[in-house]
Each structure stands twice: as C-alpha cells, then as structure tokens.
C-alpha cells in the first residue's frame, strides 16, 4: 500500500476512487473491466 503515498496528493486521491470502484464491483458481482472502459467512453 506503500504506493498510495508516493507522488502527488492527487495521485492518492485518484487511487481511492479506483479502489473504491474496484470493491464496489467485487460487491457487486460486476466484471470491472467492461465497466470500467463503458465509464470511461462516457465521460471522454
């Protein structure tokens, strides 16, 4: 978990949403990969 820490607070910020939305997933029985690239052509 080291990594969290490492570099700009933006980065650590951003790595707690993806972790989030990773468990969220998990929870959720979501495969993430589909999710996560539909999300992403969304906002783009």
Do not use: Q
Not at 29 to 42: E, T
């Amino acid at each position: 978990m080291n990594y969290l820490f490492c570099g700009a607070l933006e980065f650590e910020k951003n790595m707690y949403v993806i972790k989030s939305l990773l468990a969220t997933c998990r929870n959720h029985d979501i495969n993430p990969r589909p999710y996560h690239n539909s999300v992403i052509a969304f906002i783009t």
